[in-house]
């Protein structure tokens, strides 16, 4: 596990004091129901963090997407962090960023028969949802653990292995939204971006250390990546395999804009020569200067082959972006990833997942 210091910017611990005393007025009134939270009748299942930046909030919505897809008729439903728009909306594979937002593009692009929306206000969201798909059976709301004017019926809370919630402090000389005592909320926690050799007594102590309460289940998962595939397929693209990439005389340029690049990083550097590297902020929008920029360092490199490799969320983002040159979308390529449950979780968490729905409906 990676240490951090409990106090990222100790010249803002005084403003954490006033932010502390918001957070909890804010969820006092919600608590003695002065402030309302709404239950609706359909299953509503939450999956957030009380952590800043990313903890594997996409990969988690998309994994149970896959899982109950085939069996309800379910909906997702985003705030859309970012987009421009400020009304509901669906989602279409064409949808632009600006509409929506990234996250809720890549689920789109990926399950294009599953509803995806956005909308700011998810009370009004949800209540738009099934006015507008008779047969709704289930929403998924991503990132909404602090949107407590809705009351879901399940609550999973995501937690980063890397960045524990026990060496931080609230915002903004640390980075919790909220204080740690409030993951009491959730009936399920789900440790992310765990090391793939995580033992039993690892994970025992991490619980251990989070206090949860008697009928919250804990569960570990990390990342699978897949293989590379284009940004921007074109007819005939070359098929880019990690034997290819472990290749002496290949090397690739990483280049990200998300919150935490690193195990990305950490995996590929155990295959490829990571020649260059090029961070962006979370949510980066690629302008025309972004890439040329990035063509001209991707030059400077001599190889006898040479790529350039990004994030899933990254290559939704990058699609949207001008390019001088046509040829030089060809070096894009993107790494797919996948949740997988660790220490045998994956039969215990769908079970609790499946067992929610079939009470409910």
């Known amino acids: 596990m990676i240490k951090q210091k409990l106090i990222k910017r100790p010249a803002l611990l005084p403003f954490t004091f006033f932010y502390g005393l918001a957070v909890l007025l804010r969820n006092w009134l919600f608590d003695i129901r002065i402030l309302k939270s709404k239950k609706f009748k359909i299953p509503v299942i939450s999956i957030g963090n009380i952590t800043v930046g990313g903890t594997g909030k996409t990969p988690h919505v998309e994994y149970l997407v896959d899982l109950l897809r085939k069996e309800y008729s ?3 439903l985003s705030r859309g962090y970012k987009r421009k728009t400020k009304d509901f909306r669906f989602a ?15 689920i789109k692009l990926k399950f294009p028969t599953v509803p995806v929306a956005v909308e700011r206000d998810r009370v009004k969201g949800i209540k738009k949802l099934m006015h507008s798909i008779h047969d709704l059976e289930v929403v998924i709301l991503d990132d909404a653990y602090q949107h407590r004017k809705v009351k879901p019926g399940l609550s999973i809370l995501l937690i980063d292995y890397n960045r524990p919630i026990f060496n931080d402090i609230l915002l903004p000389a640390g980075n919790l939204r909220e204080f740690r005592r409030n993951t009491n909320r959730a009936d399920m926690i ?12 690892e ?26 595939m284009p940004v921007f397929p074109f007819r005939n693209h070359e098929e880019l395999t990690y034997k290819h990439l472990h290749k002496s005389g290949t090397c690739i340029m990483l280049v990200t804009g998300i919150a935490n690049p690193f195990p990305l990083k950490n995996f590929l550097a155990e295959i490829v020569n990571v020649r260059e590297e090029m961070a962006f902020p979370d949510h980066h929008n690629f302008s025309r200067q972004d890439i040329q920029l990035i063509r ?13 490799i990004v994030t899933e969320k ?5 699609r949207e972006s001008e390019f001088d040159e046509k040829n030089f979308k060809k070096s894009f390529y993107y790494i797919p990833i996948e949740v997988r449950f660790l220490l045998k979780g994956e039969k215990p968490f769908n079970k609790r997942v499946l067992k929610y729905l079939k009470k409910t409906l």
């Open 190 to 201: 789900v440790v992310t971006k765990c090391p793939e050799n995580l033992t039993q007594h």
């Open 296 to 308: 001209r360092t991707f030059n400077t490199m001599e190889a006898e082959d040479k790529y350039i």
């Open 203 to 228: 994970g025992e102590i991490f619980i251990s250390k989070l206090d949860v309460r008697n009928k919250q289940e804990v569960f570990f998962t990390r990342y699978e990546y897949g293989s590379p």
């Open 314 to 318: 990254d290559a939704v983002r990058i």
């Open 74 to 76: 379910l909906a997702v």
């Open 92 to 106: 279409s594979k064409r949808s632009p960023i600006k509409e929506i937002g990234d996250e809720p593009l890549q």
